[in-house]
């Protein structure tokens, strides 16, 4: 009887994500002033890893370990040489037409202390070669400030989870933006802040999360109050995660699905709109916190001026998203070990037949997209959006690459559906990556790019993937079917 339950159960679900994913392609151009762009990141590009006076990062570090930790045994020492070929990706970018590039800056590379008393020139010389050299061709630059290459000698001493995080990242800030704060409208302090902390344990990620949006506010008052009237440049945290489906309509899963988007998406969004952690977020970490033996929340408390401080430090609200997972309500796990993940009191998944890209965690479902859209409007006072971050990964890189079009196809259709049905306002969208890159702990066996990389060739060359020809043509005729209105 449970097998026929699950069976119909599994059809059932299978239906309605057809029926989901089938739906309409939207035919309405997008607006005129949209954003459309790719995204990388220093390290995952950049190579040069010890070129020029940059300092290690972590993530230099983390990759000459011996035994190697990543998958296939590779480093980014040299990555896509973009710090060198730094030209070919921008001549990339104008072939494909997009109007913005988002990047980020390596802190090692610029302050190869990690502290403001020395500002390495050949490391500001590039990131400054490299803005003149987009805006030559008429491609705004977004910039992220940290894209998870800290530098190493500040993880010596306590990084993250220093009391003074929040000045050495201030300072280096002011750098960023004394040097390129001219040309730059759009700034990203950290990327995906949840992927930096959570990984730490229950005991410290919150901890980690909670001088992470301290950095972040600082960051911002700075902004406003040395260079924002000069400037007038816009200044965002990059949140991610997935959109979180209710596994059916019961309340108690409903209840579960709202819990993982506050433990995932509010977990970063409502301190920067509300100055203080969700309360669910509150009462259950206090809760388990308590039954596991703690005298005081392992989620620390805001005072009163900080919540003040960190509260509306979001100037528009930049997403990475890729993916979705359902959620089912579940009894309370057991008290033992803490967990971030037993903290959020609920089950995630992805069932098995939701068609999978070559990065397993990252299933294809379009709608999942729209929906996350409109969550995040109603319950961030309507921010404007920016898509920092959506794309497709496979293992080989090939240049006949249709999953990655479709996939492209179907996400900025949902997109487009948001804004034209829930009023979401996107102002932009980018698609990671640019280029095949070094993709963290799994080297470069998953390739996100519309590019791809020959990475056994000393000349790291490029060729364009047909999705490229694809996104050119959304580009230029700001639609993604063959024919729209507009
Ligand atoms: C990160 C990128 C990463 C991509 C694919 C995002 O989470 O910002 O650095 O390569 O996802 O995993």
Redesign the pocket.
Known sequence: MILVIMIWLRLILFLCFLNLSLSELNNKKFPSDFFFGC?T?AF?IEGAWNEDGKSPSVWDTRNHIVPSVISDNSTADIACDSYHKYKEDVALLKAIGVNHYRFSISWPRILPNGFDDYINPLGVGYYKNLIAELKANNIEPLITII??DLPQVLDDIGGYYSPSFPDWITDFARVAFKEFGDDVKYWFTF??PY?VCIWDGAEKAYNCAANLLKAHAKIWHMYNEEFRATQQGKLSM?L?LNWYEPETNSTEDITAAETMLQFSWGFFAHPLYYGDWPEIMKTRIAYRSKLEGYNQSRLPEFTAEEIEYIKGTNDFFSL?T?TTSMVRAIPEPEIGQPDTTKDTGVYTYQPDDWPSAA?PW?KIVPWGIRKLLKWLKNEYFDPDMLIT?N?Y?DATGQLDDPIRTNYLREYLSNVKDAMDYDGVKVFGYNV??LID?F??MNGYT?K?GLVYVDMNDPNRTRTRKDSSYYYQKVCETRCIVDECVE
Do not use: K
Request: no cysteine; hydrophobic share 30%.
């Open positions: 995204a990141a995952q894209h998870g990327n995906e992927e990059v991610n990475n890729y990065s990252l971050e794309g990964s990671w990556s890159n993709e963290w998953q996100f």
